[in-house]
């Protein structure tokens, strides 16, 4: 009798489960047992795209009723105190993930889920393979008293070239990656923060795509000249470049690389080191061991690729790094303001330096994402100031000069205002936004000042592979149904 009361009670309790869940579903209108994700189309209007674990039930993005100049409530801002606001909605997508302050406790670390990665030992690299790039060489020549430097390449004469035109190049950017997945979705089985980052998967696979269809690396710096006007530096775009034949060259920068400590144990490194004289990433892990891996992040992965396919990186090319400051650069917390939370700046700073010597001699190079993390278009008067003079204290003395101003969320600012003239006063030259096109210009768009170089650099990473699979912006670089990693996200993306 006690058994068929236990096993009646369990029946109903099961019953009024499985009404409920029936009722949620209903409520929350999500049918055939899909995900709901809030993303964005390139004129900012806001979008509910439904995608489904199913790969039998396809379904199309559907355009809601949001006015066109509605932020996304979930795409709240840093402020330099550490708060969050509403983003200023640009007619460039907002893209950043936030920056912020540093904590008061330690952080939760990740759970170690393998040893250390080894450095293939030098026999398993052909030794007619160059180190890295290809038998092309470049080098930054200083201007005779001044910061500044020139970009020059030397061409092997033994290879063939042809002029593209800088109007073929295409440029894309990422965030740091999502090294630990499985760590995120442990802490969150339905955490959607890394919306605009990439898993190590994704970016493995954009590489392989970019390869595979004959694109080169190129930096940034190859596509301008210099020349002198009243007494300052300008940079003018060039009409075309020359590359090996066959390749299309292609930029890639990396934002805000700064691997702040909030973000420790929530699934990214802890920064970038150098490890048996390569380009590694740190991990402490939450048992107390170091991971040091040649396969979690952008600057690694990137490097182990290119030793892979030299034929990849043209003289010796890499990434551009976009730091900003306040949370210290690289994973190294090296601003002033961390000496009162217990930290030897000085020995952070020597340890950074080391870092950035090793990353510029081989190939990497760096731009400006403004000090404190803020929307540039907000700064005015006595705020602005202060953002560029802690650049210049805080981040300058170890990057050294950089002419690549990179917007903190994508907002550019207009030719004129008190904003776009004290990037000029300060020795930018080169300004980038962010979209899902690629514009590059010599002032005609948006600015007009001819002399200073804009452009928009195509977005990858989680959301937009899902808010434009079916809109064929992905495709001259790959499928975004095989560049999704769907065994690393709690969002599923099927045909």
């Avoid at 949620?24 to 055939?32: D, E, I, K, P, V």
């Avoid at 398993?124 to 080098?139: F, K, L, M, T, W």
């Avoid at 560029?388 to 550019?412: A, C, E, M, R």
């Amino acid at each position: 009798m006690r058994i068929m009361k236990k096993r009646t009670v369990i029946l109903l309790i099961a019953l009024a489960l499985c009404a409920g869940l029936a009722v949620l579903l209903s409520a929350c209108n999500m049918g055939n047992g899909s995900e709901t994700v809030r993303t964005f189309n390139p004129d900012n209007t806001d979008y509910m795209i439904i995608v489904t674990p199913d790969p039998a039930f396809t379904v199309e993005p559907v355009i809601t009723d949001a006015p066109t100049d509605a932020p996304d409530a979930s795409a709240a801002v840093s402020t330099e105190n550490g708060g969050t606001e509403t983003p200023v909605v640009t007619k460039v997508p907002a893209t950043e993930v936030p920056a912020t302050d540093v904590p008061a406790t330690p952080t939760k670390q990740p759970t170690a889920t393998a040893a250390p990665t080894q450095r293939p030992s030098s026999g398993d690299i052909p030794d007619n393979a160059p180190v890295y790039g290809s038998s092309e060489s470049a080098r930054m020549v200083p201007i005779p008293g001044r910061e500044e430097e020139v970009y020059c390449v030397t061409l092997d004469s033994s290879k063939e070239y042809w002029d593209c035109p800088v109007s073929k190049l295409g440029h894309i950017f990422v965030h740091n990656l999502v090294a630990f997945p499985e760590l995120d979705l442990a802490i969150n089985p339905k955490s959607s923060w890394h919306d605009w980052n990439n898993t190590t998967v994704e970016y493995v696979r954009l590489l392989d795509n970019l390869y595979a269809k004959n694109y080169i690396l190129i930096d940034a710096n190859y596509i301008f000249d210099y020349e002198w006007r009243d007494g300052n530096l300008i940079a003018n775009l060039k009409k075309s470049v020359k590359l090996p034949k066959g390749k299309t060259g292609i930029i890639i920068s990396c934002d805000n690389v700064c691997f702040p400590e909030d973000e420790h144990g929530t699934g990214r490194i802890d920064k970038i080191v150098v490890y048996n004289d390569h380009i590694a990433s740190y991990t402490l892990m939450k048992d107390g061991t170091e991971e040091y891996s040649y396969e979690r992040d952008v600057c690694d992965i990137t490097e182990q690729f290119c030793l892979k396919h030299p034929d990849f990186s043209f003289a010796g090319a890499r990434l551009m790094l976009a730091v900003s400051g306040n949370a210290g650069i690289l994973g190294y917390r090296t601003d002033t303001r961390y000496a009162s939370r217990g930290y030897d700046v000085e020995k952070e700073r020597a340890e950074a330096r080391e870092v950035i010597k090793y990353l510029k001699e081989h190939g990497f190079y760096f731009g400006c994402h403004s000090y404190a993390h803020l929307d540039l278009s907000t700064l005015t008067g006595d705020k602005l100031n202060k953002d560029f003079n802690s650049w210049n204290t805080q981040v300058k003395p170890l990057i050294g000069y950089t002419p690549f101003y990179v917007y903190p969320f994508g907002t550019w600012v207009e030719y004129g205002t008190e904003q776009y003239s004290k990037l000029i006063s300060e020795g930018f030259h080169v300004m980038y936004g962010t979209s899902m096109s690629e514009i590059l210009c010599n002032g005609t768009y948006k600015h007009r000042d001819v002399g200073n170089i804009y452009g928009e650099r195509f977005i990858y990473c989680g959301k937009t592979l899902i808010a434009y699979a079916n809109k064929g912006v992905f495709e001259k670089y790959g499928d975004p149904y095989e560049l999704y990693d769907n065994e690393g996200r709690y969002i599923k993306l099927y045909r």
